[in-house]
């Protein structure tokens, strides 16, 4: 008999926490698992690709945070499908998918902390007590982890870290896919900068875009690609027609092709505000290409500063524009940073080590509770 596992993240959309569900559900064990995926708001692209594959992809179509019918058409879903194991995502779900799983008796309950925002006294509050009735909660990042032993006070065994994963092979780009990834962008013949992340507050674009005129005075025609869609979309597009910098910046929306445009970039920026361990910095590393980032959250786990990308201050334009422009202007310089990163991401952080790790723990968590299979 297999371990079933139901997976709860609020959807399947563009972002890096949903990557990840979507890409543990695809490359669980299916002789030792069967997944099943439940989305609570809309099910996004990544469903569609996890249904191809048969694999069970439900969606709560939730309209709002106090939605109580989708709240229990979840609990009805739950106690239709039993599974073993319940492995939430991102805030939302955590604390909607751990309070599901407990009012219907699922033995195992494994929480995923992709980040830490800043949370309420309410959901702190909240937390705390759904923490007490998880088997374990799994961070990406040492920094992380340190941050959550200290706000909710939990056993230091019950949090563990494991790293997120990506398949590596992927980012491996022919001439002819990377040509149609860019053809029809209208970039000028200067080099690319990509940025790929959501627009919203966390992901801080607005100071990448004041960053911008300080790179073109040391780096004209330097294109910028922002590839990702959210709530500050048009108000970045205005920004960058205040700043006077709208003919170098494409704004892309949400795209799929994200390992062509990578392999088309000099370089990968992430100004972020506050972070855990960001995929889209492992999917740059394996497409060799050096990076600039915020030195925030569990980044420096990932980048190190001088080997495999550069790290900055948070809200800090100008250092980011410098370097930004270093890498740009030492070319050979870039190119050691990304064959540095390409075999750190190949070492330490690709999919099969991080499900091998995360099935390890369900297969632990399901003999801590005694359950017979």
């Known amino acids: 008999m297999r371990i079933k596992v139901f997976y709860i993240i609020d959807s399947l959309g563009g972002g890096g926490a949903e990557r990840i569900a979507a890409d543990l559900a695809k490359n669980i064990d299916r002789d030792r698992f069967t997944p099943v995926m439940c989305t609570t708001r809309k099910p996004g692209p990544y469903a569609d690709e996890l249904k191809s594959l048969g694999i069970s992809a439900n969606s709560l179509h939730r309209k709002g945070r106090y939605d109580l019918g989708g709240f229990f058409r979840l609990l009805k879903l739950l106690r239709e499908e039993k599974p073993h194991v319940v492995h939430t995502h991102k805030v939302g779900s955590n604390t909607l998918g ?14 995923h902390e992709h980040s830490r925002p800043e949370r309420s006294f309410g959901q702190r ?61 209208g970039l000028s013949p200067g080099p690319i900068v990509g940025c790929f992340a959501r627009l919203e507050p966390q992901k801080d674009i607005g100071n990448l875009l004041r960053a911008v005129p300080y790179v073109l005075q040391k780096v004209p025609d330097t294109n910028f690609l922002i590839a990702g869609k959210g709530p500050q979309r ?20 949400f795209r799929k092709d994200i390992p062509e445009l990578l392999s088309g970039i000099d370089l990968l920026v992430l100004p972020s505000e506050w972070e855990g361990l960001p995929l889209v910095l492992l999917e740059a590393m394996a497409a060799r290409k050096p990076i600039v980032s915020t030195n925030v959250g569990g980044i420096s786990e990932l980048v190190e500063d001088g080997v495999n990308g550069l790290l900055v201050p948070p809200r800090s334009p100008q250092e980011l524009a410098s370097a930004i422009s270093d890498l740009l202007l030492n070319r050979e310089s870039a190119e050691r940073m990304g064959i540095a990163g390409r075999e750190k991401v190949e070492k330490e952080f690709s999919m099969e080590r991080m499900t091998r790790n995360i099935e390890e723990l369900y297969v632990k968590a399901v003999n801590e509770k005694g359950i017979r299979l």
């Open 234 to 253: 048009e108000e970045m597009e205005r920004l960058a027609i205040e700043i006077g910098v709208a003919e170098n910046v494409r704004f892309l929306g």
């Open 98 to 111: 751990r309070l599901a799983a407990i009012l219907t008796g699922v033995p195992v309950i494994v929480a």
């Open 125 to 185: 509050v909240v937390d705390k007590v759904l923490s007490s009735a998880t088997s374990y909660v799994i961070t990406c990042d040492e920094a992380m982890r340190k941050a959550l032993l200290k706000s909710e006070r939990l056993k230091s065994d019950k949090v563990v870290v494991i790293h997120n994963g990506i398949e590596v092979g992927k980012y491996d780009i022919s001439y002819e896919r990377l040509a149609t990834a860019l053809n029809g962008l």
